[in-house]
């Protein structure tokens, strides 16, 4: 049976996971809210204003007192400063599964942020919600993603074919997802 605990904070080595603040506005726009090349593997909009931030903060922060919604601000523990964000943007109770979705400014990718993050979370699913089953996705053309996916220890569903339609053209969305016998076993 999944329980519902809502958005709690989780310590890794390098991040502290915890629920949005308004003092984040300014990091959250500059390190990928106002990024056009984040936000469109993220699908989100691109915000132009720490004004617009501030409203995406006012919708993040005002669902916290709801026990089934689970987002994070990814901190960088040595600095502080909010350089992404994760969540479990889809939970299904009645399935018992959840699906992760995360972003990372640019200036920290490629640094093993996402992965200690995302590894972060399915932990807390599995251990905190009793969740069954963990998915994520990404589009066919993000490699930097897709990566993460994989280090995370995910088995590859399937591919809906077409399902971005992105700068003129057609992109496929890549389907991945754990079972918890297979996070146990990996532990």
């Not at 998915?135 to 074919?161: D, H, M, W, Y």
Request: hydrophobic share 35%; with cysteine.
């Amino acid at each position: 049976m999944l329980t519902h605990i809502g958005t709690q904070t989780i310590e890794t080595e390098r991040l502290i996971l915890r629920r949005f603040e308004y003092s984040d506005c300014e990091a959250v726009f500059r390190n990928w809210a106002s990024d056009e090349k984040v936000q469109i593997m993220y699908s989100e909009p691109v915000y132009r204003t720490e004004e617009e931030v501030n409203g995406l903060l006012d919708k993040y922060i005002g669902n916290y007192e709801r026990e089934d919604y689970y987002r994070w601000a990814v901190i960088d523990r040595e600095s502080g400063e909010c350089i992404g964000q994760i969540a479990y943007f889809l939970v299904d109770s009645k399935n018992h599964f959840a699906e992760i979705e995360y972003c990372i400014g640019v200036e920290f990718q490629c640094r093993g942020y996402a992965t200690e993050a995302t590894k972060a979370v399915i932990a807390f699913g599995f251990e905190k919600m009793n969740l069954h089953k963990v998915q994520i996705c990404t589009k066919t053309i993000n490699a930097p993603s897709k990566r993460v996916i994989e280090k995370c220890g995910f088995t590859f569903e399937g591919t809906l074919r077409d399902y971005f339609f992105m700068d003129g053209s057609y992109v496929g969305r890549h389907y991945f997802s754990i079972l918890r016998d297979e996070y146990e076993d990996r532990r």
